[in-house]
């Protein structure tokens, strides 16, 4: 008699999905848009608090509560939706009149006393995330005007406004990157300012709000010798930052100590317990976000901690900048995700129309009928039958 053997059901594997982490994916998208929304939603409230004689560090503490505050009221549910990796996508900052970005000063800085004036043209930042997705937005206001702002901070004002009207519309899928630098270039010109030099603004992506892709503002031959030129693609999210000077538009750094720094990914085994110490708070902290040394538990130890850590660059530090004396500098910021169908604003940088009154005009026809369009792609004419 043969044997008869018996085969056992060949097992049929599940092959697991593809994580989707872009904006293809509607869960992704939800994020991005609540982070966006709590984003404006907290600049909304730091310009009420931008009044003559508002301390600026009190106003960095505030916007920043918020920030937490409201990231923390979401994403809490058991199960798929609940989200611990959330909060501040970037610290609240006030740069006033010639300094450039990135003022967050700590309690023991000199510069903590410093207040808001009337006439100061003062720059807010501030940026939201949730799971890793961030959403980040800026704008200018000139504190305690009554009166529409005219002269030079009306240009410097409507040239950043315009620069970043005309950037939203050219992050179109196939147009690239040097297209929106030399546009901002010819809108700088029409208003008699400058963009600063060598300004970047970069792609975002889960956990990263430094991507590959960029876009260079007024840049140098040397900027320009290792920058790459690149393609907008579907799907991508890109934060626009458009700073702008009545100056030249060169930046340096004065004696103003930096407090914001980001974890980066170099590895570096650190010598000092402090800064071993630090760098783990910053990592259950703000994670690869950026974070200002004002949110850390001992802002004594922190201040040692990090000069070794930014040393061996296991963190990146976020530059005070500052133009020259008598230069005003504006900045207008939008967070903003590219699909198939347009470009949606996942942050709006507030610009009141009415109280900005500049007598420069742009004339170049292009850029006028590129400014005339929507975010929207363009419908296509439907050709008539014969």
């Known amino acids: 008699?043969?044997?008869?053997?018996?085969?056992?059901?060949?097992?049929?594997?599940?092959?697991?999905?593809?994580?989707?982490?872009?904006?293809?994916?509607?869960?992704?998208?939800?994020?991005?848009?609540?982070?966006?929304?709590?984003?404006?939603?907290?600049?909304?409230?730091?310009?009420?608090?931008?009044?003559?004689?508002?301390?600026?560090?009190?106003?960095?503490?505030?916007?920043?509560?918020?920030?937490?505050?409201?990231?923390?009221?979401?994403?809490?549910?058991?199960?798929?939706?609940?989200?611990?990796?959330?909060?501040?996508?970037?610290?609240?900052?006030?740069?006033?009149?010639?300094?450039?970005?990135?003022?967050?000063?700590?309690?023991?800085?000199?510069?903590?006393?410093?207040?808001?004036?009337?006439?100061?043209?003062?720059?807010?930042?501030?940026?939201?995330?949730?799971?890793?997705?961030?959403?980040?937005?800026?704008?200018?206001?000139?504190?305690?005007?009554?009166?529409?702002?005219?002269?030079?901070?009306?240009d410097v004002i409507k040239a950043a406004e315009t620069a970043m009207e005309a950037a939203l519309r050219l992050i179109r899928p196939g147009n690239k990157n040097m297209e929106i630098t030399k546009t901002v270039d010819k809108i700088t010109e029409a208003y008699g300012v400058k963009a600063v030099e060598g300004m970047l603004s970069h792609n975002q992506l889960k956990d990263k709000t430094d991507g590959e892709k960029q876009i260079i503002l007024n840049p140098s031959d040397n900027h320009l010798r290792d920058f790459k030129r690149i393609e907008f693609a579907e799907n991508e999210v890109y934060a626009i930052d458009i700073l702008i000077s009545t100056g030249e538009g060169k930046v340096r750094p004065m004696k103003t100590r930096t407090t914001i720094y980001k974890k980066t990914g170099i590895r570096y085994q650190l010598k000092m317990a402090a800064s071993r110490a630090v760098l783990s708070e910053i990592q259950t902290k703000a994670g690869a976000f950026p974070f200002t040394l004002r949110d850390l538990e001992d802002e004594r130890k922190a201040r040692m901690g990090i000069v070794e850590a930014a040393k061996h660059q296991t963190v990146l530090p976020y530059d005070v900048m500052y133009e020259r004396d008598e230069a005003v500098v504006a900045q207008y910021l939008s967070t903003v995700m590219v699909t198939k169908n347009g470009n949606t604003l996942l942050t709006n940088p507030r610009y009141d129309a009415a109280n900005v009154k500049s007598d420069k005009v742009v004339k170049d026809e292009e850029i006028l009928k590129l400014l005339a369009t929507s975010y929207a792609v363009p419908k296509k004419e439907k050709k008539e039958k014969k």
Do not use: R
Request: charged letters at 25%; aromatic letters at 4%; proline letters at 5%.
């Open 1 to 154: 008699m043969a044997d008869t053997k018996t085969t056992k059901p060949t097992e049929t594997k599940k092959v697991a999905e593809p994580v989707v982490l872009d904006v293809s994916d509607s869960n992704v998208q939800t994020k991005y848009k609540d982070a966006g929304k709590i984003a404006d939603a907290a600049i909304d409230q730091v310009i009420k608090l931008c009044v003559p004689g508002a301390k600026v560090i009190d106003i960095c503490t505030a916007g920043d509560k918020l920030l937490v505050e409201a990231t923390s009221a979401i994403y809490n549910k058991k199960g798929k939706n609940k989200v611990t990796n959330k909060g501040i996508g970037f610290p609240t900052t006030i740069s006033v009149n010639n300094c450039v970005a990135h003022f967050s000063p700590l309690p023991s800085d000199a510069e903590s006393s410093l207040v808001l004036k009337d006439g100061d043209v003062a720059k807010i930042q501030l940026g939201a995330q949730i799971d890793g997705y961030c959403a980040t937005v800026a704008t200018t206001v000139v504190v305690g005007a009554k009166e529409p702002v005219t002269g030079s901070k009306a």
